[in-house]
């Protein structure tokens, strides 16, 4: 029986993947779509969401199904839902990519600015963090895991110095302020997705040593009260 078990949890495991592969492709197009400025690929962005949602569906489906099959051990309850939390965390990294998407539509409409140089580099730096914390959540191995916390940071203070030169822009040059806003948005999405590698980071810990860790500063922290504290002074 428990091989059973386990070949069907190897078979959540290539949805969730699936997913993932659907994110990085959409990923990929919106990054394409803003350097070259090319609104045929953008608008590919919002058809290709779908094949994400209905991967989540089926995953939503499946996992039913092996709750119904089997009753799991506390490894593979962890392993299961939070198989299903992750393929939640990749659907919201594609409405957000969906929503860059269209500040890209917007964009390519309007003259090009010198500040919009800065995000191809953001693109890829929160691609690469995906993919390197669906490689975590794939191979079930934390090694790695805490260096993502700190590009978390870098990607996190590559934001914030990106918006100072945006508002120092938009008061040189109110002209550009619909521009400047469309790319301070699309800035705050690359970051928010880095942010959601991240909470894969923290729910594959957890599948796998059943204890409650999250990202404080530049490295996985278990969680305690007073890590909340310290997160609640922060926000």
Known sequence: MRWIIKERLEELKKYVVKEGWYVEDIFQNCSVAFRERNDVIAKEVNNNYWDVYNEYLMILEFSQQLFGMF?????????????????????????????????ILDLVKEPDINQSISIPDMFRFSQRMLRKSLRVYVDQNLEGAAAICAQDAQIDESYSKFNEEIVRLIQDNPRVVKRALMLMDISKGL????????????????????????????SLKEFSIELFKNLSQQS
């Open 191 to 218: 970051e928010e997705i880095s942010d959601y590698s991240v909470q894969i980071i923290e729910v594959t810990h957890f599948i796998i040593t059943g204890k409650y860790y999250t990202c404080y500063k530049d």
């Open 71 to 103: 009753t799991p051990d506390k490894r593979d309850l962890r392993f299961i839902s939070g198989s299903v939390i992750i393929a939640k965390i990749l659907l919201d990294i594609a409405d957000r990519l969906r929503d860059i998407a269209s500040d």
